[in-house]
């Protein structure tokens, strides 16, 4: 099997690769303009960036590893809410998200050579009602201000979410079962 290099400095998604199964990979993380052009929907911007990072990406490897590069984004009523710049901006998409659904895509882009492949993946994330006082709480543990939309579903992040319809791994940063599909056509197998 062709090595397999990382695009992302993120340790949600280094977990998430091991979880695959994959645990002889390099990391590779390309420095990327993460502007998009106005217009796009929510699917189609985490998937022109993911494509950018894995252009960025394969000038650092060879033709014949397989490259994964991925951004994940969420959004309320299709309006991005990136990573807080602080507390209070963290505290004003809490309050925003919290009885409330919103969407979080991640556009993933395998890359080997000159052959591309671009995908996304959307799930729905439902947020209980909070309080000020929880959500402050929560800013406090310092665990959102690392995170698009201010929240980590695999932490205590989790205590503010009441449901997910959709891939799970996806909210993490990496949709599993649409990557697993993916490296399936560069011949990766998971199963034999």
Known sequence: MA???????SPRRQELLERMGITDFDIRVPQTDETYPAGLNPR???EYISREKATAAAAL????EILIAADTMVFLDDIRLGKPTDESDALRMLTALQGRSHTVCTGVTV?????????SEATTVTFRPATESELLSYIHTGEPMDKAGAYGVQ???ALLVQGIHGD???VMGLPLL????MLGQFGVTFFD
């Open 3 to 9: 090595k397999i290099v990382l695009a992302s400095g």
């Open 44 to 46: 189609q911007t985490v």
């Open 61 to 64: 490897c060879t033709s014949e």
């Open 111 to 119: 890359r080997q050579g000159d052959r591309i492949l671009t995908e």
């Open 155 to 157: 932490s205590l992040g």
């Open 168 to 170: 799970f791994y996806n």
């Open 178 to 181: 649409r990557l697993s599909r």
